[in-house]
């Protein structure tokens, strides 16, 4: 309240009327009056109109936090059928741009046009979704074409403040929209102001009140004063401000994931991931194998040394038999040389007999070829010689024998050697190899959360 105060003037000039003064005084009590009167009319209107711009503000607000809710809904439906890396992609991107425009239109200077403008976010986000998500994920599209559609009808119980004229007005316009707002990446930016600038109406200055662009130029404070228009307007900016900071940690989560999902669904990415499950498959065969090795090995080394010791038997069966048939054979040699030295002996018998080597009687007829023994000789001598040879052979193959047997003894040992040091060099090889995959498992994963702290740092 605006108080006057009176002071008493100078005297009255001796040639003024009497009587002036108390016209003076009575006109300013009259004026003081007027104005008491008015300032009083005025702060109920004043209190309506901050009340009811106030509210409308917290009623858009709501709404946007049931929205960026049903949005959050619709798209974490959909991501439990949605299998690959570009169709999460695509979610977590339009989730991103739904949330970050419905709390930039909520934080809008004029509650009015926000309510406004999220109506035309989601009538216009509802024809996009269901001309472009069902093409791509089928029928798991279905939550969030139906999400949209409740939001779409919700909105329409926000803008209660038009008139049944505007409101045929706002229905016309966004058919014409629609048109033009099929993509899923840019329907987040359509704004009333926009559309009207595009149209080249910015008010309704052509006195055609039934326009929705009249709306644009509309001030909810125009009945406060001054000062108490500054004071509200402030108070309202603080109320946006604290409500976008307070939802900015929430924009910077689905941001975040957002980007996750674009580098997880990066060819190079995917080339990455695909060779870390391979580098991952590899290990778990070579820990399997790891695992199965010392069975393998004990039971390679036994089957060797077995195969080892059954040619071994084996050569020495058939040496056995080789020998037991030359000894056979020697005995049939030495039988054989008796029986020829018999045969010589009767030989030199028949021959005294016979008179062999003897003068012949007078008057004998000349004699023929003579008897030449010498050469049975030779052949019983060759013979002889031959019996000696094969009995000296059997001799020395009686002592080889020992030496055959220590030859076998040193091959299996020799054997065994070698196959002790072949399963030491398979085990260090295994070894070096299992290391190896270790350092590529551990250097592959270092460098996936390399790659991931560096994205949650950007």
Known sequence: ??????RAGPSLPANEPPGLGWVTALLAAALLCGCASWFGRNDAQQEALKRAESQMQ????????????????AVRAVEEHALDTHSRRLLNDFQVKQSTAA?????????????????????????????????????????????????????????????????????D?????????????????????????????????????????GMIGFDPFAGLSPAVKEIEQSRLLAERAIYYAQRSPMLLDLQTRSLSSALADMPESRTMLATSTRVGDAAAKMAETAALMPGTLSSEREAAIRQMFAALQQQQGTMTA???????????????????????????????????????????????????????????????????????????????????????????????????????????????????????????????????????QR
Request: avoid cysteine; charged fraction near 20%.
């Open 103 to 171: 709390v930039q239109i909520a934080s809008g200077p004029n509650a009015r046009i926000n309510a406004l403008d999220m109506l035309i976010l989601a009538t216009l986000t509802r024809h996009a979704v269901e001309q472009r998500l069902p093409p791509i994920l089928g029928k798991s599209a279905s939550p969030v074409v139906d999400a949209f559609g409740k939001l779409e009808t919700n909105a329409w119980v926000l803008v209660d403040f038009l008139s049944p004229a505007q409101r045929d007005d706002l229905r």
């Open 322 to 456: 080789m020998l037991i048939e030359l000894r056979q054979s020697l005995e049939a040699g030495r039988a054989a040389s008796d029986s020829v030295h018999g045969v010589v002996q009767s030989t030199d018998a028949l021959l005294a007999r016979l008179k062999v080597g003897e003068p012949p009687p007078p008057n004998a007829p000349p004699p023929g070829r003579p008897f030449n023994i010498t050469e049975y000789t030779a052949a019983a001598a060759a013979l002889g010689d031959t019996a000696q040879q094969i009995q000296s052979l059997v001799l020395l193959l009686e002592k080889d024998t020992p030496a055959a047997m220590k030859l076998a003894e040193s091959a299996r040992a020799q054997g065994e050697v070698l196959i002790d040091h072949l399963f030491k060099r398979l085990i260090q090889a295994f070894g070096v190899l299992f290391l190896g995959v270790l350092v590529i498992v551990v250097a592959s994963r270092w460098i996936s959360g390399h790659f991931q702290r560096k994205a949650l």
């Open 1 to 6: 309240m605006t108080t006057i105060a009176l």
């Open 173 to 213: 316009k966004l058919e014409a929209w629609k048109k033009t707002a099929n993509s899923l990446d840019s329907v987040a930016f359509n704004r009333l102001a926009d559309f009207a600038r595009a149209s080249g109406q910015l008010t309704a200055s052509d006195g055609v009140d039934d326009s929705i662009y």
């Open 58 to 73: 917290q009623r858009v607000m709501r709404y946007a936090d049931g929205y960026m809710d049903g949005v959050a809904l």
